[in-house]
């Protein structure tokens, strides 16, 4: 079953502590992304990957990190996090046919950072 | 400034009642066209798309869109809702002029029995 996988879909955790949420899809798809959505506000794009080794920064990237080793995974990397980072966070990935805009999504992970 | 509108928040129609969720975007060439639905404590779901040719475009779960060039508009509509219908929906658009896409704030539907 094509699929994009997030772990871990829950996670409550404190200022500073290093986290990383894992994303997997199985579509063999080049381009990989990550969105916030935080009410209000709908879906912004935290950074995003063309292809391996290959990334660049969306439109909030701001205490963010990723990293494109591997064409399948795309982690996400919040290397202190901070209160306002508490957010639901969402992988997708697409192929280049629709001008990326043809996105599978994750089933989410929701973060609290207190 | 460039920018994807969805003007209401919230709607509220009754099961069996049509419906129509608006869309409207500022950018200069004709973008991809898309419209998301997200239920709750789910993914998003690509509903339909549009790229060119027939400007009334039919997706998934009986939903249709219309782009209208001259308003910059792409609503959604359903003729009939059911409840299961109820969720937030999400316009999105890639400008013609990058690979990005770029999402409105989205619109949550409520279905009254």
């Known amino acids: 079953e094509a699929q994009v996988t997030q772990n871990p879909r829950y996670l409550i955790t404190v200022t500073g502590k290093k986290l990383t949420v894992t994303c997997s899809q199985n579509m063999n798809h080049e381009y990989m992304s990550w969105y916030r959505q935080d009410p209000g506000l709908g879906l912004r794009q935290i950074y995003y990957?063309?292809?391996?080794?290959?990334?660049d920064k969306g439109d909030v990237p701001e205490g963010y990190k990723v990293s494109r080793k591997e064409k399948r995974n795309f982690p996400l990397i919040l290397e202190s996090p901070s209160p306002n980072q508490t957010s639901l966070y969402f992988c997708a990935s697409s192929t280049p046919g629709t001008g990326y805009g043809e996105l599978f999504f994750g089933e989410g992970s929701r973060l609290t950072v207190l | 400034a460039q920018s994807v509108t969805q003007p209401d928040i919230h709607i509220t129609v009754s099961e069996g009642a049509s419906l129509e969720l608006r869309c409207n975007y500022s950018y200069g060439a004709t973008p991809y066209l898309f419209w998301y639905v997200q239920s709750p404590g789910q993914g998003l779901q690509l509903l339909l798309k549009y790229f060119s040719g027939d400007t009334l475009v039919q997706g998934i779960k009986g939903f249709e869109a219309e782009f209208k060039r001259s308003q910059s508009s792409f609503n959604l509509r359903k003729p009939s809702v059911h409840w299961s219908d109820a969720a937030e929906y999400f316009c999105?658009?890639?400008?013609?002029?990058?690979?990005?896409?770029?999402f409105g704030s989205g619109t949550r539907l409520l279905v009254r029995p």
């Open positions: 990957s063309m292809n391996v080794e290959v990334t």
């Open positions: 999105a658009v890639v400008p013609g002029s990058s690979y990005k896409l770029i």
